[in-house]
């Protein structure tokens, strides 16, 4: 019932989304208020309002994501009137689900379907990554960005209370787990077949990079929103994260991370775009 439930839910999302006359996507807020089970829209405002406030915090424009409109809304035997609305960009979406009543079932689902939702759009529309033809290519990118963000991840976990490098290794197993279904570091080199020397990320294809990749962002995210303290806390926090985005990969019918080959080491192709440079 409740695998049911989510992928409904998560594709109720995706059937709200509209596109205006240049071809830009947004949601309305009225209509996404109704998906989160707000049925006060007065009460969603406030909502709104946590997300504008977070917006102009993370430097983004709040009116290129939430622009006003008049909307027309049916009132029964055929009549209309009109109302304020609001037109939602997928990053307001996102900022949204974030400030929502985390009690609902739904939001906990909209807050994993607009986090990897939006980190996939800003991959997409990276022109290095649009360039890019070929998986070695793709490996590449994505390895180095997984690589940049675990700075800011041991960062974030670091302000948490994750001091020591025996204890930030606990919490990246953690990480693992959640999104390997349970499997640490050392019970995916078995998996995959790799030596204790090899690192997991250097054997790793482009969509199980993504998939890690995502896992580091919103945990650092998670991290600094919610100013996560404690060791403990950090560590649920990061099994957290992982699992939701395990779900969102199983709801959308991909493979596992686990269940994907292994690659060749990311250094071989490091070190023949060397030797063809030169």
């Given at each position: 019932m409740?695998?049911?439930l989510?992928?409904?839910?998560l594709?109720?999302?995706?059937?709200?989304?509209?596109?205006?006359?240049k071809?830009?996507?947004?949601?309305?807020?009225?209509q996404?208020a109704?998906v989160?089970?707000?049925t006060?829209?007065?009460?969603?405002?406030?909502v709104?309002a946590k997300?504008?406030?977070a917006?102009?915090?993370?430097?983004?424009?709040?009116?290129?994501?939430?622009?006003e409109?008049?909307?027309?809304?049916?009132?029964?035997?055929?009549a209309k009137?009109?109302?304020?609305?609001l037109?939602?960009?997928?990053?307001?979406?996102?900022l949204?689900v974030q400030?929502?009543?985390?009690?609902?079932?739904?939001v906990?689902l909209g807050?994993?379907?607009?986090?990897?939702?939006?980190?996939?759009?800003e991959?997409?529309?990276?022109e290095e990554?649009?360039?890019?033809?070929?998986e070695?290519?793709?490996r590449?990118?994505?390895?180095?960005e997984v690589a940049?963000?675990?700075i800011?991840l041991a960062?974030a976990?670091k302000?948490?209370?994750?001091?020591?490098?025996?204890?930030?290794?606990?919490?990246?197993?953690?990480?693992?787990?959640?999104?390997?279904?349970g499997l640490d570091?050392?019970?995916?080199?078995r998996k995959?077949?790799l030596?204790?020397?090899?690192?997991?990320?250097?054997?790793?294809?482009?969509?199980?990079?993504?998939?890690?990749?995502?896992?580091?962002?919103?945990?650092?995210?998670?991290?600094?929103?919610?100013e996560?303290?404690?060791?403990?806390?950090?560590n649920?926090t990061?099994?957290?994260?992982?699992?939701?985005?395990?779900?969102?990969?199983e709801e959308?019918?991909?493979e596992?991370?686990?269940?994907l080959?292994?690659?060749?080491?990311?250094?071989?192709?490091?070190?023949?775009?060397?030797?063809?440079?030169k």
């Open positions: 409740t695998k049911k989510s992928k409904q839910a594709s109720v999302f995706e059937q709200i989304r509209m596109t205006d006359e071809g830009n996507e947004y949601w309305s807020a009225r996404l109704k989160l089970e707000y006060d829209f007065r009460n969603f405002s406030s709104i997300a504008k406030e917006c102009q915090n993370s430097g983004q424009p709040v009116d290129n994501h939430i622009v409109f008049n909307d027309m809304v049916p009132i029964g035997s055929g009137r009109e109302v304020d609305n037109k939602l960009s997928r990053y307001a979406c996102y949204i400030n929502a009543d985390p009690n609902k079932e739904v906990a807050q994993t379907y607009f986090a990897v939702q939006t980190r996939l759009q991959i997409r529309q990276m990554y649009n360039s890019l033809s070929t070695d290519e793709r590449l990118f994505l390895r180095n940049k963000h675990n800011h960062a976990a302000e948490a209370g994750v001091i020591e490098p025996v204890d930030y290794a606990v919490f990246q197993n953690h990480g693992y787990m959640g999104l390997y279904g570091a050392k019970a995916i080199h995959k077949g030596k204790k020397s090899q690192q997991i990320l250097d054997h790793m294809g482009s969509t199980e990079l993504a998939a890690n990749l995502f896992r580091a962002t919103q945990t650092e995210e998670k991290l600094r929103r919610e996560i303290k404690g060791r403990q806390q950090a649920q990061h099994f957290e994260v992982g699992k939701k985005v395990r779900k969102t990969i959308l019918g991909g596992m991370p686990e269940s080959p292994t690659a060749d080491s990311i250094k071989k192709i490091e070190k023949a775009r060397m030797i063809y440079d």
